[in-house]
């Protein structure tokens, strides 16, 4: 998997936990802000530069997923301003390039986008592929972060930022979408639960 680091400098880690951005931070030490850490860890690191940092998820919901992190301390996408257009661009550029050479010849599709609400602090864009053949995806949360609205495409967030001036996901009503029925994310077939879902959904790989 070529995940060579592409970026022409590498500078210091990110800001502190504490945040401008709006909202009280997380205390030191919070699972939370795990990512911050993760940032400044060369073994996690995929690609680096000036703006931004790709590391690979500690816990991929499928055969090829990634983390692409501002260096500045941006919390959440509600934070985000249209002075930040530029940044998101730059995000989505890098990360479709480091996936798209991860997956290389395998033929998988992918699909990048952030997370309507979010666990982890600090803003993070996903580049995953879309075989979810991965043992960490365990729970219906997990699934339906994924293939749900509440998976929000890279370029909807742009696009609202550019025309709105903002980005609020509120109207998706992200908790009713978690909670929805187990469904293939291919043929939209219903399955009872996830180890049915995960033997139902290889069936799909190589036709994604």
Same mark, same amino acid.
């Given at each position: 998997?070529?995940?060579?680091?592409?970026?022409?400098?590498? +500078?210091?880690? *990110?800001?502190?936990?504490?945040?401008?951005?709006?909202? +009280? @931070?997380?205390?030191?030490? $919070?699972?939370?802000?795990? !990512?911050?850490?993760?940032m400044?860890? @060369?073994?996690?690191?995929?690609?680096?530069?000036?703006?931004?940092?790709?590391?690979?998820?500690? /816990? @991929?919901?499928? &055969?090829?997923? /990634? !983390? %692409?992190? *501002? &260096?500045?301390?941006?919390?959440?996408?509600?934070?985000?301003k +249209?002075?930040?257009? =530029?940044?998101?661009?730059?995000?989505?550029?890098?990360? =479709?390039?480091?996936?798209k050479?991860?997956?290389?010849?395998?033929?998988?599709?992918y699909?990048?986008? /952030?997370?309507?609400?979010?666990?982890?602090?600090?803003?993070?864009l996903?580049?995953?592929?879309?075989?979810?053949?991965?043992?960490?995806?365990?729970?219906?949360? $997990?699934?339906?972060?994924?293939?749900?609205a /509440?998976? %929000?495409?890279?370029?909807?967030?742009? =696009?609202?930022?550019?025309?709105?001036?903002?980005?609020?996901?509120s109207?998706?009503?992200?908790?009713?979408?978690l909670?929805? *029925?187990?469904?293939?994310?291919?043929?939209?077939?219903?399955?009872?639960?996830? +180890? #049915?879902?995960?033997?139902?959904? %290889? #069936?799909?790989?190589?036709k994604?």
């Open positions: 998997m070529a995940t060579a680091r592409t970026g022409t400098k590498r +500078p210091e880690g *990110p800001p502190s936990s504490s945040s401008s951005s709006g909202g +009280p @931070p997380a205390k030191k030490g $919070h699972w939370s802000l795990g !990512l911050l850490d993760t400044k860890d @060369p073994s996690s690191q995929v690609y680096t530069d000036d703006r931004i940092v790709i590391i690979k998820d500690k /816990y @991929p919901k499928a &055969r090829f997923h /990634y !983390l %692409v992190l *501002p &260096r500045e301390q941006i919390a959440k996408l509600k934070t985000l +249209p002075s930040h257009l =530029d940044l998101l661009r730059h995000m989505e550029e890098v990360g =479709d390039k480091v996936i050479e991860a997956i290389g010849e395998e033929g998988l599709t699909r990048l986008g /952030y997370h309507a609400v979010p666990s982890m602090s600090h803003l993070h996903h580049a995953i592929s879309q075989d979810f053949d991965s043992p960490s995806l365990k729970t219906k949360k $997990h699934w339906n972060s994924f293939t749900s /509440y998976f %929000v495409d890279s370029k909807e967030v742009i =696009d609202q930022l550019e025309k709105e001036g903002k980005v609020d996901t109207s998706k009503n992200p908790d009713a979408l909670k929805l *029925p187990l469904r293939c994310h291919v043929c939209k077939l219903e399955l009872g639960n996830i +180890p #049915k879902l995960k033997a139902h959904i %290889v #069936k799909h790989i190589k994604s």
